[in-house]
């Protein structure tokens, strides 16, 4: 099936959401996705959490009874007003009140324990949810978009990120209810006790709002900074010890050293800046409260004096205002917590909310089994920035043939080969797989169908055989063993454990030779019908290459093959050879025609291919 004209444009746009971040935004956002699940232990934990906030606010009002009851003990105090235990003997009271301390400290203890429990398990379930939800993502963005960031600054992000909304859902979840709910307790006991007195601590209160909200916001936007400044160290870190053999070889070790201690340094003025916008808070609630303390000295003398209050009650609430004190405080520095893990949920949403370009079409099409003949259709690729990749390139590979790739460095080689199994899509014209435009069919079944083989193999921290059969969980350790011969891999058997050893962090215990050689292993087992090489002979010795070679052409017969070539033997084997120059083809046709040309092709294997042609 061949499909030349589509009703919509095929270069898809990214698409950003429109919804602001605003604090209720993000909140709404983060309940209905990740929290809405764990609603049943959410309000079971904010119930204990009530049990807490009551128990904490009874204390100041047993206090108040049971010093009234002493003082009436020792003769010394004028009879109760407004008492619970009015009816009960000073005595009685004496004896009680103890007891139920030593009772509200115990439903206390058990209720905070198990809403302790509780949000833990609902503040990780959510988080873990949420680095499983960003991986995902991550994983199914543009290629290009991937390549633009430093892989360490994806992991800052997936690691550091979430640690600031664990903490904001740990602290919200287990003090902002409590704290709350103590504090109306609290305001209510202080009424109840005496109002007048209750007024002139509550007068003060909404004077501390103003200035702790206003930190808060202040607090968020240098979080975010310091969030996306992690993001950038780490990416600096990675890149020096990804390059840790070029570091050190070429004595860079001072450069990186400072490359690095420059950013620590940033990251250490961000966060003083942060502890300094934090550490604002609690001085600010201190003087507020002793603001509430010296109003109630000062007012309760005057009651106490008209005989109105007893000093039972200026005692619960001097207790009552501490407790008050300590969950304003809390709830001060739950503000900046609360806005440093806001700050990270917006950039969480930020990276959920983009949208590949490179996706699956609704309707997805399958692409059926077929022998793999790729053609190009007058293919433009733009790169972002608008400059030239490549410019109406036409050509068709046959099933069975191998095409090579040539063309000075930066010629837009490695851009067709990432062009086939959409690695980037053309900004115009057609790259079609056994006539089905690739922007058609899904990613899964067209990748399915292609096995690359680039100049750097990838392996990753496992077995050579789980290296083999990656992707492919239910290959034999026949078809593996089969694979690893085909692709010249005798030196497995020389190491220990066979098969089974382990490669080492991106193959570090293997030669760049022997890990070039599992990733043809993996490609063979693939089976697929398409093969793009991306020269991956390169890095091997004169045996070995030949070795692999004679592998690879018994196995590129059967197939579609597109190679980027750097040597003439690569080269000389081709069926077809395109010359590339500046994103075009220049010259194309086999070897001996292209040398009979005279041209770029002739050019360049004087040049390029004579010294490597072994
Ligand atoms: N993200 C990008 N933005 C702009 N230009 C880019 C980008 N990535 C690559 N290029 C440019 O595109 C051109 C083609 O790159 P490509 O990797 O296809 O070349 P190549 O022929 O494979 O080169 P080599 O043989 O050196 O690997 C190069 O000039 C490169 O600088």
């Given at each position: ?10 270069v ?29 232990s ?20 047993l ?21 619970v ?64 960031e430093?892989?360490g600054a ?11 909304v ?22 209510v006991?202080?009424i ?6 209750a007024?002139?601590?509550l ?15 202040r607090?968020?936007?240098?979080s ?5 400044q992690?993001?950038d ?9 990804g390059?840790?053999?070029?570091v ?23 966060l ?16 507020l409260g002793?603001l ?57 949403f ?23 003949r790729?053609?190009?259709e ?6 972002p ?11 068709t ?5 191998t ?8 010629a ?8 086939v199994?959409?690695?980037f899509?053309?900004?115009?014209g ?10 058609l ?12 083989v ?14 083999v ?30 098969m ?47 070795r692999v ?11 579609t093959?597109?190679?980027v070539?750097?040597?003439?033997s ?21 070897h001996e025609?292209l ?20």
């Amino acid at each position: 099936m061949k499909i030349t004209n589509l009703a919509e444009p095929l270069v898809a746009t990214d698409q950003t959401n429109p919804r602001p971040q605003t604090s209720a935004n993000l909140l709404k956002r983060f309940w209905s996705v990740w929290l809405r699940h764990d609603g049943v232990s959410l309000a079971l934990a904010t119930f204990l959490m009530a049990i807490v906030a009551a128990a904490s606010a009874t204390y100041p009002w047993l206090f108040g009874q049971v010093i009234d009851a002493l003082a009436q003990l020792s003769g010394g105090a004028a009879p109760l007003k407004a008492q619970v235990f009015g009816r009960l003997t000073p005595a009685t009271i004496a004896i009680l009140g103890p007891l139920a301390i030593i009772a509200a400290t115990l439903i206390k203890g058990l209720a905070l324990y198990a809403s302790t429990l509780l949000t833990n398990q609902v503040a990780l379930s959510a988080t873990t949810k949420i680095q499983q939800d960003l991986f995902a993502k991550l994983l199914s963005l543009d290629f290009s978009r991937l390549n633009s960031e430093p892989s360490g600054a994806f992991a800052a992000r997936f690691l550091n990120d979430i640690n600031a909304v664990r903490e904001a859902v740990l602290r919200a979840a287990n003090s902002f209810v409590r704290d709350c709910l103590t504090l109306v307790g609290v305001i209510v006991v202080m009424i109840l006790g005496d109002w007048q007195l209750a007024l002139v601590c509550l007068i003060i209160l909404p004077l501390a709002i103003g200035p702790v909200s206003m930190i808060g916001a202040r607090l968020r936007k240098t979080s975010a900074q310091a969030q996306q400044q992690a993001a950038d160290l780490a990416g600096v870190v990675e890149e020096s010890m990804g390059g840790i053999r070029l570091v050190k070889s070429y004595g860079l070790e001072g450069f990186e050293a400072m490359r690095v201690g420059r950013a620590l340094t940033t990251r250490m003025k961000l966060l003083l800046k942060m502890a300094e916008q934090k550490g604002r808070v609690d001085p600010i609630l201190e003087v507020l409260g002793g603001l509430a303390i010296a109003g109630v000295f000062a007012f309760a003398g005057l009651r106490i004096a008209q005989g109105a209050a007893s000093v039972g009650t200026l005692t619960a609430f001097i207790a009552s205002l501490l407790l008050a004190a300590q969950s304003v405080r809390s709830l001060g520095g739950l503000n900046s917590v609360i806005q440093e893990g806001l700050s990270a949920l917006a950039r969480f949403f930020t990276v959920l909310d983009e949208v590949p370009s490179i996706r699956d079409r609704e309707p997805t099409m399958h692409l059926p089994k077929g022998p793999g003949r790729i053609e190009f259709e007058q293919v433009t690729f733009a790169w972002p920035d608008g400059s030239n990749g490549l410019d109406n390139v036409s050509f068709t590979a046959e099933p069975g043939q191998t095409l090579a790739l040539v063309g000075p460095s930066g010629a837009g080689k490695s851009t067709i080969l990432n062009l086939v199994p959409r690695l980037f899509d053309p900004t115009s014209g057609y790259v079609r797989v056994d006539g089905f435009d690739t922007r058609l069919v899904s990613l899964a079944s067209l990748r399915h169908t292609i096995a690359l083989v680039s100049q750097e193999a990838t392996l990753f921290d496992a077995t050579i055989a789980q290296n083999v059969a990656m992707g492919m969980p239910k290959a034999s350790p026949e078809a593996v063993r089969a694979a690893l011969d085909a692709a010249a891999c005798d030196f497995v058997d020389r190491l220990d454990g066979g098969m089974l050893a382990q490669v080492g962090p991106r193959g570090s215990r293997l030669s760049g030779g022997e890990r070039q050689r599992v990733a043809l292993a993996r490609a063979i087992l693939r089976n697929c019908p398409i093969l793009l090489l991306d020269e991956p002979t390169s890095a091997l010795d004169a045996e070995s290459e030949t070795r692999v070679q004679e592998a690879l052409e018994r196995f590129a017969s059967t197939r579609t093959t597109i190679v980027v070539a750097h040597r003439l033997s690569t080269v000389r084997r081709a069926d077809l050879i395109l010359v590339l120059n500046h994103g075009k083809i220049v010259e194309r046709g086999n070897h001996e025609c292209l040398m009979a040309l005279g041209g770029l092709y002739k050019e360049l294997a004087a040049l390029q291919f004579q010294t490597r042609s072994t």
